[in-house]
């Protein structure tokens, strides 16, 4: 299989040194078509010069329900796939876009690396350690465009936010939080049933183990068990993750810590409902640090953060020696600045970030991008870290060379898993 798509990628690479003009229509692919895949196509659909000609999705009602509604706004047609793979094949496709679970994200993108297409990849990018590494080096070696689905980033007053942080504004800031207050309710207890009609589960199931179908364990469920999701912390908390990175300006912690647990609620759930997490960073000879915390029930808001829609709060806070700045989850930043916090900068500005994936696909420049595939992984990484201290009990200590942690035998093996032939990302890409 790899060696298929080598050959592929080898094609496709000389077939885009001979491309038109990038002023061209850049023609997608949505792989995933539950809510998040609706976004997609409502998202690339929406602009200039952009065509979705494929849509994928191993739940023909999805595919159903997508074709029907992209026939309503009166959009061309695009081929539909069942199988990943054989959309690959295709030569009608420029780019894929991928809103499939977790544990499918990075195997989908160095496949679609090794056959020459870009890659739009939705949030956390990498289901472990291990397949970060890999699938940065896919996009270098297939010298693809690949990034990471982390809006925030191409946010104008985010930017701005962040610049403010760094020019000095604030003084020395040396500790940034992310919040994840948001209302979950219990998803209940669901026994083995049969697998829907025309539904491809193995093929889902993927790099996973495959398991008894419940109904708990497909459609957005998925993330709140360890085989195909990384709880809160990677689904709606890897934003503020990579926000509150981002802005302190660090990249690989030095030690990692997390506690938590389910609270409340008795059922099919396995990630923590509950969860605080901290990194210590060193930079330039001083420490700065970035703490985390997920909360699923009755919470108080904070920093003027929320309420928004069921009262979640989802945000990120950075302290400086001269004052703090405060980003909610809209696309929005204000301050206070010294003892008397009297507002300072703010600002509010929503994201474009797909047309910033397309700029980059026109311009092969990676420098374009504003959350290049690296970054994500990097981001990534941080979440990963702290969900094998919370799982395992400990402090981590992180080696940023050798990218392990020291002298934790039991941990380093959780930076990777046993993946199900033949859906195995490569050691070699």
């Given at each position: 299989m790899n060696r298929r798509y080598f050959i592929l990628g080898a094609a496709a690479v000389a077939a885009k040194a001979r491309a038109q003009a990038p002023s061209?229509?850049?023609?997608m692919a949505v792989i995933g078509l539950g809510g998040r895949g609706q976004n997609h196509i409502?998202?690339?659909?929406?602009?200039?010069?952009?065509?979705?000609?494929?849509?994928?999705?191993?739940d023909p009602s999805h595919t159903d329900d997508k074709l029907g509604r992209i026939a309503q706004k009166g959009w061309k047609k695009p081929t539909s796939y069942g199988d990943f793979r054989k959309l690959l094949e295709s030569k009608d496709i420029d780019a894929v876009s991928i809103a499939t679970p977790n544990h499918w994200h990075a195997l989908q993108t160095i496949w679609a690396c090794q056959a020459g297409k870009d890659v739009y990849v939705e949030?956390?990018?990498?289901?472990?350690?291990?397949?970060?590494?890999?699938?940065?080096?896919?996009?270098?070696?297939?010298?693809?465009?690949?990034?990471?689905?982390?809006?925030?980033?191409?946010?104008?007053?985010?930017?701005?936010?962040?610049?403010?942080?760094?020019?000095?504004?604030?003084?020395?800031?040396?500790m940034s939080r992310g919040l994840c207050f948001k209302w979950r309710d219990t998803i209940g207890k669901t026994p083995v049933s049969a697998v829907p009609d025309g539904v491809n589960y193995d093929l889902w199931t993927g790099?996973?183990?495959?398991?008894?179908?419940?109904?708990?364990?497909?459609?957005?469920?998925?993330?709140?068990?360890?085989?195909?999701?990384?709880?809160?912390?990677?689904?709606?908390?890897i934003h503020e993750v990579d926000i509150a990175?981002?802005?302190?300006?660090?990249?690989?912690?030095?030690?990692?810590t997390a506690i938590g647990?389910?609270?409340?609620?008795?059922?099919?759930?396995?990630?923590?409902?509950?969860?605080?997490?901290?990194?210590?960073?060193?930079?330039?000879?001083?420490?700065?640090?970035?703490?985390?915390?997920?909360r699923h029930w009755m919470t108080n808001h904070e920093a003027g953060i929320g309420p928004r829609p069921a009262d979640n709060t989802i945000g990120n806070q950075f302290y400086g020696s001269k004052g703090y700045l405060v980003i909610d989850n809209y696309n929005k930043y204000y301050s206070f600045m010294g003892r008397d916090?009297?507002?300072?900068?703010?600002?509010?500005?929503?994201?474009t970030h797909?047309?910033?994936?397309?700029?980059?696909?026109?311009?092969?420049?990676?420098?374009?991008?504003?959350?290049?595939?690296?970054?994500?992984?990097?981001?990534?990484?941080?979440?990963?870290?702290?969900?094998?201290?919370?799982?395992?009990?400990?402090?981590l200590h992180w080696d940023e060379k050798t990218l392990t942690v020291k002298g934790d035998p039991e941990a380093n093996r959780m930076l990777t898993r046993a993946y199900r032939v033949p859906y195995v990302v490569p050691a070699k890409v």
């Amino acid at each position: 299989m790899n060696r298929r798509y080598f050959i592929l990628g080898a094609a496709a690479v000389a077939a885009k040194a001979r491309a038109q003009a990038p002023s061209d229509r850049v023609r997608m692919a949505v792989i995933g078509l539950g809510g998040r895949g609706q976004n997609h196509i409502d998202s690339w659909g929406a602009l200039p010069n952009v065509e979705i000609t494929a849509v994928c999705d191993v739940d023909p009602s999805h595919t159903d329900d997508k074709l029907g509604r992209i026939a309503q706004k009166g959009w061309k047609k695009p081929t539909s796939y069942g199988d990943f793979r054989k959309l690959l094949e295709s030569k009608d496709i420029d780019a894929v876009s991928i809103a499939t679970p977790n544990h499918w994200h990075a195997l989908q993108t160095i496949w679609a690396c090794q056959a020459g297409k870009d890659v739009y990849v939705e949030k956390p990018c990498s289901h472990n350690v291990f397949e970060s590494k890999q699938i940065v080096a896919a996009a270098r070696k297939y010298d693809r465009i690949v990034q990471q689905g982390s809006q925030s980033r191409s946010s104008p007053a985010l930017k701005e936010a962040v610049e403010r942080l760094r020019n000095g504004e604030f003084g020395e800031v040396y500790m940034s939080r992310g919040l994840c207050f948001k209302w979950r309710d219990t998803i209940g207890k669901t026994p083995v049933s049969a697998v829907p009609d025309g539904v491809n589960y193995d093929l889902w199931t993927g790099p996973a183990p495959k398991r008894p179908f419940t109904k708990n364990r497909f459609h957005y469920n998925w993330h709140w068990f360890w085989d195909t999701g990384n709880g809160d912390l990677g689904n709606q908390g890897i934003h503020e993750v990579d926000i509150a990175r981002w802005g302190l300006g660090v990249t690989h912690p030095t030690k990692v810590t997390a506690i938590g647990g389910k609270f409340m609620f008795d059922d099919d759930q396995e990630t923590p409902n509950t969860m605080t997490a901290a990194w210590e960073f060193e930079v330039e000879g001083k420490k700065k640090m970035m703490n985390f915390e997920v909360r699923h029930w009755m919470t108080n808001h904070e920093a003027g953060i929320g309420p928004r829609p069921a009262d979640n709060t989802i945000g990120n806070q950075f302290y400086g020696s001269k004052g703090y700045l405060v980003i909610d989850n809209y696309n929005k930043y204000y301050s206070f600045m010294g003892r008397d916090q009297t507002p300072g900068p703010s600002g509010n500005q929503r994201d474009t970030h797909f047309a910033n994936f397309v700029e980059g696909v026109r311009s092969r420049k990676r420098a374009d991008l504003n959350a290049d595939i690296e970054e994500g992984a990097l981001s990534c990484n941080l979440m990963h870290l702290a969900n094998i201290s919370y799982r395992l009990g400990r402090t981590l200590h992180w080696d940023e060379k050798t990218l392990t942690v020291k002298g934790d035998p039991e941990a380093n093996r959780m930076l990777t898993r046993a993946y199900r032939v033949p859906y195995v990302v490569p050691a070699k890409v």
